[in-house]
C-alpha cells in the first residue's frame, strides 16, 4: 500500500505566479488534511477536506489560497499571486474514513517544499 | 485555542541512554494524541497514537503516556541509537486537526 504522495516534492515559484500543490491519499482513505511548517516554526493547519467537501478551513489564508479534493483525482492546494512569505513546507496527511465517532491516525506525505523568489 | 509545547527544545544524549520527551498542552478536550519524528527536509512518520481513553501506548523501544486532564504527554525512548537522531512532534487533536508543538530535536552519538 503505497503511503501518500505528494508532488512536486520541490517547487519555485517568482512572486505573482501561481503555485498549485498535489496531493494522493492512502489508498482507502477518503480524508485528506494540509499543513504548513514555515521555517523555524510549527506545522499549523489549514485545511480538512473529504471528497468533492471542505469540511474545516479555519486555517486557511483568506485569499489567494484555496483547496479541494475532487471526486476523481489528487487533492490539489492552490495558492494564486505568490508572495515571499509563501515559502514554507506544505505537508498533506490522510485518514481513513472515521466510524463509531472515533478518531482515525494520519498518515503524512513527504511534502512540497516552495521556495518564492 | 490548543497550545502545545514540547520540552526540552533540544537534547544530545550518548547512544544506550534512556530519555523523556515531555508534551504539555493546554485544551484537555482532545480526542486523541499522536507522537511523530521528522528527519531533516523530509515528512512526519507516525510513532504513535493514543486514544483519550488511554492511557499508555507501547511500540518497540517507545512508550507515550497520556495524562489527559493535566494536559500532558511523555515519550520514552529506551536505550536510544544513533539512528533515533530526528526531531520529535507531539500533537493532540480536535475532531479533525492535529496541533503541533514546535519539537524536541534530537542527538544521539555514537
Known amino acids: 500500500n503505497a503511503g501518500v504522495m505528494q508532488n512536486p516534492r520541490h517547487l519555485v515559484r517568482r512572486r505573482g505566479q501561481e503555485a498549485r500543490l498535489r496531493c494522493s491519499p492512502m489508498?482507502?482513505?477518503?480524508?485528506v488534511y494540509w499543513y504548513r511548517q514555515l521555517p523555524e516554526e510549527g506545522l499549523k493547519f489549514m485545511v480538512y477536506l473529504q471528497k468533492e467537501n471542505i469540511i474545516d478551513e479555519s486555517g486557511m489564508p483568506k485569499e489567494r489560497f484555496s483547496a479541494e479534493f475532487p471526486k476523481e483525482g489528487p487533492s490539489i492546494l492552490r495558492i494564486q499571486q505568490v508572495v515571499r512569505g509563501d515559502s514554507a513546507a506544505y505537508f498533506c496527511?490522510?485518514?481513513?474514513?472515521?466510524?463509531?465517532?472515533?478518531?482515525?491516525?494520519?498518515?503524512f506525505g513527504p511534502g512540497t517544499r516552495l521556495t518564492v523568489l | 485555542k490548543q497550545e502545545v509545547t514540547q520540552i526540552p527544545a533540544a537534547l544530545s544524549v550518548p547512544e544506550g541512554e534512556n530519555l523523556v520527551l515531555n508534551c504539555s498542552f493546554t485544551?484537555?478536550?482532545?480526542?486523541?494524541l499522536q507522537w511523530f519524528r521528522q528527519d531533516p527536509g523530509k515528512g512526519l512518520t507516525s510513532l504513535l497514537l493514543?486514544?483519550?481513553?488511554?492511557r499508555e501506548q507501547t511500540s518497540g523501544r517507545l512508550n507515550a503516556s497520556l495524562d489527559k486532564s493535566s494536559g500532558r504527554s511523555t515519550l520514552y525512548i529506551a536505550a536510544s541509537q544513533p539512528g533515533d537522531s530526528a526531531t520529535y512532534l507531539c500533537a493532540p487533536s480536535g475532531y479533525s486537526t492535529l496541533t503541533f508543538g514546535k519539537g524536541t530535536m534530537l542527538l544521539v552519538s555514537p
Open positions: 496527511a490522510s485518514s481513513p474514513p472515521t466510524s463509531g465517532g472515533t478518531y482515525n491516525e494520519q498518515f
Open positions: 493514543i486514544q483519550s481513553s488511554q
Open positions: 489508498k482507502g482513505h477518503s480524508h
Open positions: 485544551d484537555s478536550a482532545i480526542y486523541n
